[in-house]
């Protein structure tokens, strides 16, 4: 039986990603910053803030938590299409050994890229500077692969 501090548990609720889970979890497969997939290479941006504006946020916050906000794209380095059926749908954001996993709603998605964004986390993430993001990505007939995002300043918007 594993411990509570290695499990976590991620529930898609009605398209909203919800997350059940212990501050720590157990190493992913390796994330690479870059990978091939059906002869594209394939690559993770993200950009990472904390909105710490006071008053009503028009982002629509609704759950307890910081207020972490990320914008990412996977995409295609070289402008080749992705492979059809090429999804993103979970990503782990980490700092030392912290870390929250959350199911990946795309926002757009296009024959070069997919679009989504992070919302909300752990109250943790108020004290971080930086974070690694690592989204899970899967090709019709072929393994999971992991793309890493790594040391992406947190900034703070007041």
Not at 24 to 45: C, F, H, N, Q
Not at 96 to 121: K, N
Request: glycine share 6%; proline share 8%.
């Amino acid at each position: 039986m594993r411990s509570a501090s290695t499990l976590a548990l991620t529930v898609l609720v009605f398209g909203s990603p919800v997350l059940l889970s212990a501050q720590a979890r157990k190493p992913v497969d390796p994330a690479a910053t870059e990978v091939s997939v059906g002869g594209a290479r394939i690559e993770l941006k993200t950009s990472a803030w904390l909105n710490l504006q006071p008053g009503p946020s028009d982002l629509h916050d609704t759950a307890p938590g910081a207020p972490l906000r990320v914008t990412a794209r996977v995409r295609s380095m070289t402008g080749t299409h992705l492979p059809p059926g090429f999804q993103v749908d979970s990503a782990i954001v980490s700092w030392g050994h912290r870390s929250w996993a959350v199911a990946v709603v795309p926002d757009m998605v296009t024959d070069t890229a997919i679009a989504f964004r992070l919302w909300g986390g752990p109250v943790w993430l108020l004290k971080a500077d930086s974070l690694d993001i690592i989204v899970r990505t899967h090709a019709p007939g072929r393994r999971h692969q992991y793309l890493r995002a790594p040391r992406v300043l947190l900034e703070r918007a007041y």
